[in-house]
C-alpha cells in the first residue's frame, strides 16, 4: 500500500527565529499590523509504500530523526493517509 505522510517542521518555540521576524516586520509594512509573532518553518510531502499505516508512520519517524530534522533546533509533527 501506499501512504502520503504531510510533515511540518519548525524552530523549537524557545529559539530565535529571523525569518519569522522578518516577515512580522514586513506585514506593517503592507498594511497587515494584526499580524504578529509569525514563525517559520517548512512543509515536506511524501509518499512511503508500507504494509500498514504503523509501518509507514514508522518509517516516515525514522527519515525525520535521520535526515529531514534537526533535532537540536527543530521539532516535528505528522499526518500519515493512506493514497
Known sequence: MTFKAEIDIMPHKALLDPQGKAVTNSM??????????????????????????????????????KLLVNKIVETYEFEIAKV
Open 28 to 65: 506593517k509594512n503592507v498594511g497587515l499590523e494584526e499580524i504578529t509573532n509569525v514563525r517559520v518553518g517548512k512543509h515536506i510531502s511524501l509518499e512511503v509504500d508500507a504494509d500498514s499505516e504503523e509501518s509507514a508512520s514508522a518509517k516516515v519517524k525514522e527519515a525525520c530523526e
